[in-house]
Nanobody
């Protein structure tokens, strides 16, 4: 069974930064795209960012939703089975529960098939 455990959420002022971490286990981490999705209060799930896999023949590629481009950076550490989301210049509309997610495949266009329990990020104005 896939395990994904997020950490790093909290309360931050608008304009501030937060770094989310996700520890992954029980699957071959570097074979799959990984991503972050979020759910704002009273709203549905929103895809935020996804990162593919790399090889000697393919560079690492990421894809972000428009609302976070230039502010959020997704990264991964395959040696330690960790996924990160660096969030800068946070806005109140970024307030949400953030979930780490595993892709079906190694593609940045992959859907997700597993999620963690989530970590809360609250941005005050």
């Amino acid at each position: 069974e896939v395990r994904l455990a997020e950490s790093g959420g909290g309360l931050v002022h608008a304009g501030g930064s937060v770094r989310l971490s996700c520890s992954a286990s029980r699957f071959t981490f570097n074979h799959y795209a990984m991503g972050w999705v979020r759910q704002a209060p009273g709203k549905g799930l929103e895809w935020v960012s996804i990162i593919g896999t790399s090889s000697p023949y393919q560079e690492l590629i990421t894809r972000d939703t428009d609302s976070v481009k230039g502010r959020f950076t997704i990264s991964r550490d395959n040696g330690n089975n960790m996924l990160y989301l660096q969030m800068n210049n946070l806005k109140p509309e970024d307030t949400a529960v953030y979930y780490c997610a595993k892709g079906y495949s190694n593609s940045i266009y992959s859907a997700f098939d597993s999620w963690g329990q989530g970590t809360h990020v609250t941005v005050s104005s």
